[in-house]
């Protein structure tokens, strides 16, 4: 089982959470319920005090870092920080090409997924969760056209060229997680919690997580030294653009295949394209990693769990480094109570 | 920033799902959502395949592990791994202790809690899930009386000599999931999943975890070479206990303080000790490390995160260290798919 890629050297694996409050539930009935193996039924009351709003992170310190700044990752919507872990077919993760490549890094559970728990509708969230079906997902994440997919008839036909680890579409979907819409204000400030409490930093942000990214460099430029947007579902509204000046942060936007196959995608990497031009405008650096267009082609909404998947990581740590010879190290602060 | 204590080296950091099945739904009315930030409004249907009964497990492999066998961690009921990573106030968990020991580790995320997901209901599930509040928490977990605890009045009496760090009790709350009743086969399922992948292994469970530990045991001992069940809240019934032969795995048991103040710890300690004897006249190995009566006070139900956390683990370590001279390593089989 040993290999020949290098070890990595870590002072310290740990996880905290942050954000979130303390909220109050009342008037609810109790319920009857026996919770351990053996044991007596009890009555529970679900009346009482929890915590809702919290963002878990899991960080890993290196023993010498070889950048001054750490790297955060932001999973997407209806994801985990597992997205970064290990790929689907069992090959290393962008959170080991990163350790190997000398960062600290910090992964995000955004509120309400994973490990960063969830909280009871209507009592607390507004509505019910939505669960990604494999057939939305086929089509979503741009494995495939929709009819090349279906679970009855054992159809898994990808794209032409596709680097999904297609054999393990389905293992892949095992680590989907529920997501809830209008929840995008309190995610952002659990973020800005993070980054309050890691100090100046790297965020790198998939889908959903690449459009939190943006907002974050928007809103808060002096802590965030680059931001890459992986494949991001969204941007900020041009209006704001103009905040972005000489002090913003650096940008790589990264594109992946089949985006003309998918009109939503159009859709979205229309509106993204827009504001990168806006702020490039205001003179911030905008870089794109148009991997078709670089003639690395065959790429899924997942460029970190694709085949090729440690060659973007390589390009994207390339630049890291390019843009970090200008970083310093910053100070962290108290998170707000 | 940098501490005297010595850093891990490691060969490898990724994660995986197991066990799990696909399911069809059908029938349920579309539902439109706009899911990206300054995206259009899309339909969602939520008919078709959703992944349920997986588990999510972190591993952490060593460059040069010291110990033939590696060791699982089976957080609690309403937990997740992230019990094992920090305590609430900082401190190194016990993922640290057992890497910095020489362990490999896989620290589990249970079926339906944190990164494993979880399923909707009743479409899948059959009831809704139960969401601990802080109240229930601080006597549950035995930090000290209900009465001692109070939001609206910011009370927190601990017990005397209390070793949970009680100011880190309400960020420890930020960690709890929602539980659902009458999944212990389904995890179980899961767990047994994990043992056939891994191979031959070592199980600290905490709580409901520690439960399911022994239950493992009692099923698999051919793979679970040795188990900690710290502060166990169930056991298997007795009836089976003539299963427990020669091949037995070994079994330490480890109980924290406060348990009289408590009635229903004292009912569950009850049943698991009684089990726990039942299968010692068999011939297995059973040791107790009842830290009271040690000498040890002040232990709340989370050992591995009170104030002496890194006392207690050095214990479990020396234990495993003991029994671990007997062990071979297994080799890992294939997963049923």
């Not at 870092?65 to 985990?80: E, K, S």
Request: some cysteine; glycine content about 10%; charged content about 20%.
């Amino acid at each position: 089982m040993r290999d020949s890629t290098p070890a990595i050297h870590l002072r310290d694996i740990g996880s905290f959470h942050v954000g979130g409050r303390l909220q109050q539930l009342s008037g609810l009935p109790a319920v009857s319920v026996t919770l351990a193996q053996g044991g007596p039924s009890r009555s529970v009351d679900r009346n009482g005090t929890l915590v809702t709003g919290q963002m878990y992170v899991q960080r890993y310190l290196q023993v010498e870092p070889r950048h001054p700044l750490p790297v955060l990752l932001w999973h997407g919507g209806g994801m985990t920080g597992a997205n970064w872990e290990s790929t689907p077919d069992g090959r290393p993760g962008w959170l080991m090409h990163l350790l190997r490549s000398g960062f600290d890094v910090y992964v995000a559970d955004a509120m309400e997924r994973g490990r960063a728990s969830w909280s009871p509708w209507p009592e607390v969230y507004e509505s019910a969760p939505l669960f990604r079906t494999l057939e939305e997902g086929w089509a979503m994440f741009r494995m495939g056209l929709p009819e090349g997919f279906s679970v009855t008839e054992g159809l898994r036909v990808p794209h032409p060229g596709q680097q999904f680890p297609i054999d393990a579409f389905d293992r892949f979907a095992a680590q989907w997680v529920p997501r809830w819409v209008g929840h995008e204000a309190a995610t952002l400030a659990a973020y800005e919690q993070l980054i309050r409490q890691v100090g100046r930093c790297i965020v790198i942000g998939h889908s959903q997580g690449g459009g939190f990214a943006l907002q974050a460099a928007r809103r808060w430029p002096e802590q965030i030294h680059a931001v890459v947007a992986l494949e991001p579902s969204g941007a900020p509204s041009h209006a704001v653009s103009a905040e972005a000046s000489a002090h913003a942060s650096q940008h790589l936007v990264v594109w992946g295949d089949f985006i003309q196959q998918h009109p939503i995608w159009s859709t979205y990497r229309t509106a993204v394209d827009t504001y990168m031009r806006a702020i490039s405008e205001t003179g911030a650096r905008v870089d794109f990693l148009d991997l078709p267009g670089l003639g690395i082609e065959g790429n899924s909404h997942f460029p970190m769990l694709d085949l090729n998947s440690e060659l973007i990581a390589q390009r994207v740590v390339d630049w890291l480094k390019q843009v970090s010879s200008t970083a310093e190290q910053g100070q962290p602060y108290e998170v707000r109570a």
